[in-house]
Every structure is written in C-alpha cells, then in structure tokens.
C-alpha cells in the first residue's frame, strides 16, 4: 500500500507514544444538569486529552465524527487554520492513531473535509485504518452558486466531504437511512372507489380527482395559486391519499417467484378483471392485463416524524443546506459551524440509542448537541477558552430544552446533563514513575489497560482484583486499598493479603499477576501459587 512521506514523518509517527497519560479533573461549577449520565466535555489539548481517555474508553466510542481544521489558508478567530501541509498532517496523524484506538470493533470514523486536504488525509487514513476499512466519500452540499461566490470566473465551490472509515469492516453495520425526494411523477393514476372489493375498484386521473376534491378545474387552479402553488398543493394531496395514487408497470417475469408467474399468465388471458397476490412479509402485487399496480403508500417513509416520498440514501447528500445555520444553539461561530442535521444524519447512519459518540474537534459544540438531543451518550474536545464560551452556554442550553437545530424533528424538550473537566497533571512523572498523589482507581485503569489493552470498567472497586482476561487474574495493592494504610502494610504480598487477594477472586485457581510495593513471598512460593509479581512503581508502565 502506498505511503506518503513528508518532512518530520519518522518523528510524527511516534508522537503517540510520548504523549503523557494525564488526569481529567472535573470542575464541578462548570458541569450541569445531571452529572451521572456519562456525558463528558473536555477543555484541553486534544492529543493529551485522547491518550487520558484510552485506559476508560478503548474500544468503547461507536462513532467518532470530527471536523478538523481544513487549512484553508485563512485565519480564523477562534484557531489558526494556515499551516503547511507537512505540519497538518504531523498534527493529525498522532491524533487519528489514537482515535483509531477509542473506536469499537464495529465502529465508525466520520472526518469532515473541504478539498485542501482530503487527498493527504485519505493517503494517511488507509495507512492507519487499512484501505479496505474505507467505506466511501460523501459529498456534502453546504452552499449555492450566490453572492460574492458567483462573481468569480471558473466553478464556484459548494460542497464538503466525508471521508467515512470502519475500524473493521468484517463487524461493521450500518443503519438503512432514507431521504425525502419530490413526488414521482409516474404515479398519475387515482383509485375512485378503493374502500370497495379491489374486483370493483375504477381508476381516473390524478389531476381529475385532484381537481373534483377542490370542485375547480386545472387552469382554475393554477390561476389561483400559481403554478408551482399547484403542484405544491397536488404532492400534498397525493400524501394524504398514498393508498389511492398508483401506477402501472410490466414486473420482470424472470425475476419473480412461480406464483407470481402463474398469475401474470392468467391476468393476460383476463385482461379486465383485477387479480390480488397476498404476501405476509411483502407488499400484496395487483396485476391486470399483465401490468402490476404500484401504490404510492409503499413509496412513503417517515422521516423526523413525517411520512414523506423517500429513496434510499446515497452519497451525494444535497438536502442538508446550511439554512438559518446561525441561529442553532445560540452560540456564533462562522464559517465553521456545521448544521446539527449533518450530524444527526451520520448518528442515525452509524450508531443507536445509548451509544458513545466522540468529536475531539468540537468547536461550537454541534456534535455533542446533537448526541445529547439524540440520546447518545458523548465525550466532546476542545481547546482554549471557546469550551466554556461556545461549547458549555450550547450545551447548557440543550439541556434546558433548546428548540433550534433538530429539536423539533425529534422532540426534544430538554433534559439529561453533562460533566466538564480538564486536563490535570500526568500520571506518571518525568523519569516515568507514579506521582505519590495518584488514587487506587486512577493507577487501577492504567494497570488494566497496559496488561489486557481494554478500558477498565469498575471503576467503583473495593478489591485489590482487577479483573480476569483469557485464563488469568490481575490485582493491585496500592494506596491501601485493603485499608491497612501503614507503611509497607497493606500494599505488601504477604500470605494474608494473597488469601484476601484470592478470596476476592471468581475462579481462585486462576494465574495471577498482582501489583505491590514489595513480595514478602519467596520465588517458590511464588511459582507454585502461580503469581507474576511486579513491583510498584518500577515495573508499571504507560501503554503506548
């Protein structure tokens, strides 16, 4: 597979590695609403702030959407978006290494772009996530050929991509998405009759039967309301009717089953009469003269709680136009604010209710906005000051019950909460060793995800076990977790320690490895308990 080469590559692609495992600290007057959901708002440095999240969330986010800075060349209020493309690049390879890291198994990386980047991005992202975890390029339209952008010669430029990853593709499933269209012109027949035995139903015209609902005429019509007025008010008519409004088509005979080929056959031989299929997991088929009637009822999805004509989603997404963008969440951010739509649509593609969403680039906040709107649970980045300025007022405001974006589409009427943090000292000092203030739980997370790469979940432990993965335990004594708090007490492998040790443990004849200051247990006492004894702090280690 190819690679791309620039100037400070070799040191960039271990910048990862160096990053130090530091403490997120929460500050709780800036946290609100119900802190216990999970929800996380970060002020910091992403890089540092990523590597603290690996030993909790590592492999646990579904879908990670970010929207880095395109180096566009301009300078913006809020970052510095001119760099060299060799800086851009050492900037985010370390980034998306450890987002990689973050992503389920199934999950799924979202990276908003305009075209100044895409094409080094992609190069690096088929090199960390493999080519063939690249899913596709959706093409995103955000503007229109207007204003200052159409007096330029050449093409005008309206659109964004998304470049769009799975961690593995062999686990990956995405959700099926429909978006609205205009009505299909092709369905221009109405059944008159259709609450009578089909045998009886009698067709006219669409028009006509528009026409005699409204008592009027055609020309009529469109006198009053204007053209595009008509037709407006004619597709409405087809939604409210969706059971009546049909067409006709020629099924493809070599494409259906037998018994459907048998009825095509007998409908040709009784060409006036209307014969009825019934299907328990299908769409019944009507078929008269050999032609089948396709209703506009199996056309119809419901979309943000409306019925509406619907097709497939492909990757050309026009409908999101980023109109009244200004006004969602009741922050400003311009030119950088993406439309919260954009984001819900990525949710509905590639996560459900209560999964764990991420942006390490939040900017105004959208992403979490949504995730929270959208019942996700989310761990949202960001930098400098526009964290409590932009990011914290929007969520305040969605848990308040904020109406702007896609509230109303999917009811949102507030709730939930969020805890803000920032990012503390280390965990481990220059030389690499513990700082002597580090919590059991803090160390415990560190230990678990060195030894067996997985985030540690209990974080509520009262025992010195860790945990067991694939036929062996782990433990800790530390910070006197067995509450003997005495020097060289508790946090020392005595027999008495091991018996709480191994009392504590589900399967007391598991191997284990346990952590300690020191082992007061000779080496063949240690084999034949079958213990790995590694001693705090000289043999704990940061994962890379």
């Not at 020309?219 to 597709?235: I, M, R």
Request: with cysteine.
């Amino acid at each position: 597979m190819p690679t791309l080469r620039w100037l400070t590559r070799d040191d960039d692609v271990k910048a990862a590695d160096a990053v130090p495992y530091r403490l997120l600290e929460e500050v709780p007057e800036l946290s609100y609403g119900d802190r216990d959901t999970g929800n996380m708002l970060i002020q910091g440095d992403n890089l540092d702030a990523l590597k603290a999240l690996l030993p909790y969330y590592a492999g646990k986010i579904k879908c990670i959407y970010i929207d880095p800075p395109f180096n566009t060349g301009q300078a913006f209020e809020h970052y510095d978006d001119n760099v060299e493309h060799s800086v851009w690049l050492g900037l985010h390879w370390p980034r998306f290494e450890l987002l990689r890291g973050l992503l389920a198994e199934n999950g799924t990386l979202v990276v908003h772009l305009d075209d100044n980047q895409l094409a080094y991005a992609t190069v690096i992202l088929d090199e960390l996530f493999g080519r063939k975890n690249r899913i596709t390029f959706c093409t995103f339209k955000q503007g229109s050929a207007v204003g200052h952008k159409s007096i330029n010669p050449g093409m005008v430029t309206t659109t964004n991509y998304l470049i769009v990853y799975a961690k593995n593709k062999n686990e990956w499933t995405p959700n099926k998405v429909f978006t609205s269209r205009e009505r299909d012109k092709r369905y221009s027949k109405y059944i008159e009759n259709v609450d009578e035995n089909f045998k009886d139903w009698t067709l006219t015209s669409l028009n006509k039967a528009f026409c005699e609902h409204h008592e009027s005429t055609i020309s009529d019509l469109k006198k009053k309301w204007g053209k595009e007025n008509y037709e407006a008010k004619l597709s409405e008519f087809v939604l409210n009717n969706p059971e009546r409004v049909i067409r006709d088509a020629r099924p493809d005979y070599k494409a259906v089953g037998q018994e459907t080929r048998d009825l095509i056959d007998h409908s040709k031989k009784h060409p006036n009469e209307l014969f009825l299929q019934k299907r328990e997991k299908h769409s019944d088929i009507y078929l008269k003269d050999g032609e089948r009637w396709l209703f506009y009822k199996d056309k119809l999805k419901l979309i943000d709680g409306v019925w509406v004509s619907g097709e497939p989603l492909t990757n050309l997404w026009d409908d999101l136009l980023s109109n009244n963008l200004h006004n969602e969440g009741g922050v400003k951010f311009p030119k950088s604010k993406k439309p919260e739509a954009l984001v819900k649509r990525c949710f509905e593609l590639f996560t459900d209710e209560n999964d764990w969403v991420l942006d390490s680039f939040l900017g105004s906040g959208t992403t979490a906005a949504v995730a929270h709107k959208f019942r996700r649970h989310y761990i949202g980045i960001e930098m400098g000051d526009h964290a409590t300025t932009l990011c914290k007022p929007r969520l305040d405001n969605v848990v308040d019950g904020d109406q702007s974006g896609v509230s109303k589409a999917i009811n949102w009427d507030g709730g939930g909460g969020f805890r803000f943090f920032k990012l503390g000292p280390s965990i481990f000092d220059e030389t690499g060793q513990i700082r002597p203030d580090i919590e059991f739980h803090t160390l415990a997370a560190h230990i678990w995800f060195y030894e067996v790469g997985l985030p540690w979940d209990k974080p509520q432990n009262l025992t010195p076990i860790l945990g067991q993965h694939e036929g062996k335990s782990y433990a800790l004594l530390y910070n006197g977790v067995l509450g003997d708090k005495q020097v060289n007490g508790g946090n020392v492998l005595t027999r008495q320690t091991l018996k709480v040790i191994r009392n504590a443990m589900d399967i007391k004849t598991l191997p284990i490895v346990i952590y300690g200051e020191r082992s007061a247990l000779s080496e063949s006492s240690l084999k034949r308990e079958k213990i790995t004894f590694k001693q705090t702090p000289y043999d704990v280690k940061a994962r890379a």
